[in-house]
């Protein structure tokens, strides 16, 4: 659920769902269950980059500059995979880049099952 573009630029290979080397993500879906020694490893890790999508968007908006003008940030619009964000600010999914990049810093693998 995560644009190409946006897993990149974490450093993850979004064509390999396999645990291999660093920085490697996992598909995930509507709902988990966690177990809290994972939660434990990830939660600050997962809070830093939730700060990091909604405090700085200029790593995924192309912005102007209010005080020169000039175009600022990336050199084009990273399609951030919020349907209802507003150009310039935080998505509303914040909180789900902050999981699933913090999920892959720390190898944790997740069971996709198709229900409860």
Known sequence: FLPAEAVQMVGADYRNHNKQGPKRHSAGGWYHFFYIEDIRKIARRWFYWCREMRLNPQKYWRMI????????????????????????????????????????????????????
Do not use: N, R
């Not at 990273?78 to 310039?88: L, N, P, Q, R, S």
């Not at 999920?103 to 944790?108: D, I, N, S, Y």
């Open 65 to 116: 500059d209010p005080a020169t003008g000039q175009p600022s940030g990336v050199d084009h619009d990273i399609k951030t995979g919020d349907a209802y964000v507003t150009h310039g600010q935080a998505p509303w999914i914040s909180e789900m880049y902050g999981y699933v990049f913090a999920a892959a810093e720390a190898g944790l693998l997740h069971i996709l099952t198709s229900g409860v």
